[in-house]
């Protein structure tokens, strides 16, 4: 086994998962130098410090540490500093090997033959390897206000709170339609927040962003039609993407794969109020992402086990017609997103090889 089939093993052994696959390896094989990957194995998913992973690679601290800075400047893995050390971790696939070097914007033939292998990747093996089994790592947040003020709304439903609660924002191009580059929709809405946005703008893969630049972010992905998705615990976001039907991982589980677990749909669901709609047919024709509304004759009509509680037809129906109400039966979100990430390994049976390397 070489250190690109190992470093696919270990990457494989995270919640987001990294399927054994040759277009994998080759994804590997462009990102990483073999320098590179041989140091990625001797790191961790947590941070680590530099003189602990120059030891563990069996390389003089300084060969370490021009290794590890041109890689955390390739966001190929991450970089801190703590008590005055640089510390560097791995990134999983997802959020990180996939996004993180397409968020300045691509346009290079490095980034044209990456965007060709994870599209290739996503259809063969990643897509249902990343969706729950059956905890999914992503979940919809419905847009704020397509949510009546009359409704039980818990702290991390709300989108805005999500943001409040964050202590650094980060807004960078959305990796899956720079790659994917099948809609014109906006791509300067990815929400990071935190270490890891501090990480991407200091170097220079992202923005630092106000409070009032993310929620003008929600409000112009509201405008195109994306859905707002984060990680499914209810301690804090790391993200919020936006997401369209067309080109992002995590929609595309559902509307290109079905699998059922491919995302959490929120707490809510879409009711329509057959007097006041007017048969426009803008909620089925233009903004569903998943098609879950349809017509019968001149009123909308809501397929409740499809829709996903994104609120987006609420928001544009003219008529007023749509409104979000509780489900009956509320998704289970996970605490944090430890817990999350516990069940999810453990559900894929990897629970023992993801320890080991957090254990380094």
Same mark, same amino acid.
């Given at each position: ?71 955390a ?26 996004e993180?070097?397409f ?37 919809v ?8 003020v ?23 191009n ?7 580059? &099948? +809609? ?8 990071i927040?935190?270490? !890891? =946005?501090e990480? %991407? #703008? *200091? /170097?220079?893969?992202?923005r ?69 709609c ?27 086990? &499809? +829709?996903?509680?994104?609120g ?7 008529? !007023? =017609?749509?409104? %979000? #109400? *509780? /489900?009956k ?32």
């Amino acid at each position: 086994m070489d250190n690109y089939e190992k470093l696919q093993k270990m990457l494989d052994a995270h919640p987001s998962t990294a399927p054994k696959s040759d277009t994998f390896i080759e994804i590997l094989k462009t990102l990483f130098t073999p320098e590179e990957a041989r140091i990625a194995l001797a790191m961790s998913f947590k941070a680590l410090p530099l003189s602990a992973i120059a030891k563990e690679a069996a390389l003089p601290e300084e060969t370490a540490r021009t290794l590890l800075e041109g890689m955390a400047d390739k966001a190929i893995i991450y970089a801190k500093k703590k008590d005055g050390e640089n510390q560097y971790g791995l990134v999983p696939v997802i959020p990180g090997l996939f996004e993180f070097p397409f968020m300045k914007g691509g346009g290079t033939p490095m980034h044209e033959k990456l965007g060709k292998l994870w599209e290739k990747y996503h259809s063969e093996a990643l897509g249902a390897s990343f969706s729950g089994n059956p905890t999914p790592l992503m979940r919809v947040v419905a847009v704020e206000k397509s949510i009546s003020v009359k409704t039980r709304v818990h702290p991390f439903e709300e989108v805005k709170r999500l943001i409040e609660n964050s202590s650094y924002i980060a807004l960078a191009n959305c990796a899956c339609r720079v790659s994917v580059a &099948k +809609c014109d929709r906006p791509k300067d809405v990815c929400l990071i927040f935190d270490g !890891a =946005a501090e990480f %991407l #703008v *200091e /170097r220079g893969h992202a923005r630092k962003a106000s409070r009032e630049d993310a929620i003008d972010a929600l409000r112009r992905s509201d405008e195109a039609g994306l859905v707002h998705t984060s990680n499914n615990s209810q301690d804090r976001a790391a993200v919020i993407c936006n997401c369209c039907p067309c080109c992002c991982t995590v929609l595309r589980g559902r509307t290109e794969l079905n699998h059922p677990h491919a995302f959490e749909p929120s707490s809510f669901e879409a009711q329509v109020d057959g007097e006041a709609c007017t048969g426009c047919g803008v909620c089925a024709e233009e903004r569903c992402p998943v098609k879950a509304i349809v017509m019968n004759g001149s009123t909308a009509s809501v397929d409740t086990e &499809k +829709c996903i509680g994104c609120g987006l037809c609420v928001t544009a129906c003219p008529a !007023a =017609a749509l409104s %979000l #109400v *509780e /489900r009956k039966e509320i998704p289970m979100t996970p605490q944090s997103i430890a817990e999350m990430g516990i069940k999810a390994v453990s559900e894929k049976g990897r629970l023992d090889d993801f320890m080991k390397i957090m254990q380094k």
